[in-house]
T-cell receptor, first 113, second 107 residues
Framework: DTGVSQDPRHKITKRGQNVTFRCDPI?????LYWYRQTLGQGPEFLTY????????KSRLLSDRFSAERPKGSFSTLEIQRTEQGDSAMYLC???????????FGPGTRLTVL | RKEVEQDPGPFNVPEGATVAFNCTYS??????FFWYRQDCRKEPKLLMS???SGNEDGRFTAQLNRASQYISLLIRDSKLSDSATYLC????????FGAGTRLTVKP
């Protein structure tokens, strides 16, 4: 499978715990994006990498959120001290260039109890 | 005003019907436009890009009106399998998604 993959697919955690998600983009894509989607809404942009450089961060990305892409390949998104409001689908996408369409992974569904 | 606005629907149409969705955007600097399809509890999937001259892919036609700042998606001869949420996407400095229009095609 040469598409975008994400792990885990589902995560249930208790409030206050830290969680980390992983995204593996399509191999030739140098751009990687994280989005968050809640029920009834479209995906909301969180952050974006070009290779290993994190170039943009949304105001939605509080200081509890951190993302890395250390070798310009896979990326991780960590949420510290989770809150119930963090419950959402976290989507990763990749693209060849900024103007092109994004190809999404299956997402990680986070539930914070 | 939201950057990208769509009629949330739902649109309930019979098989074989023609249905059209519109999407308006606020940033006149937007440069690229897309329609995505999202099935329930699945990730969005790129349906088609939208070009200035309009473009067609089988039963699907997308159009862009820069002067009025909207894009449209027309689906002809609707199939049951077209039932999904259709997301309008506008790319200026980064992609902005609409909230989606839900379509249900019924037998």
């Amino acid at each position: 499978d040469t598409g975008v993959s994400q792990d885990p697919r589902h995560k249930i955690t208790k409030r206050g715990q830290n969680v980390t998600f992983r995204c593996d983009p399509i191999s030739e894509h140098n751009r990687l994006y994280w989005y968050r989607q809640t029920l009834g809404q479209g995906p909301e942009f969180l952050t974006y990498f070009q290779n290993e450089a994190q170039l943009e961060k949304s105001r939605l990305l509080s200081d509890r959120f951190s993302a890395e892409r250390p070798k310009g390949s896979f990326s991780t998104l960590e949420i510290q001290r989770t809150e119930q409001g963090d419950s959402a689908m976290y989507l990763c996408a990749s693209s060849l260039d900024r103007g092109g369409g994004r190809f999404f992974g299956p997402g990680t569904r986070l539930t914070v109890l | 005003r939201k950057e990208v606005e769509q009629d949330p629907g739902p649109f309930n149409v019979p098989e074989g019907a023609t249905v059209a969705f519109n999407c308006t955007y606020s940033n006149s600097a937007s440069q690229s436009f897309f329609w995505y399809r999202q099935d329930c509890r699945k990730e969005p999937k790129l349906l088609m890009s939208v070009y200035s001259s309009g473009n067609e892919d089988g039963r699907f036609t997308a159009q862009l009106n820069r002067a009025s700042q909207y894009i449209s998606l027309l689906i002809r001869d609707s199939k049951l399998s077209d039932s999904a949420t259709y997301l309008c996407v506008v790319n200026a400095f980064d992609m902005r998604f609409g909230a989606g229009t839900r379509l249900t095609v019924k037998p």
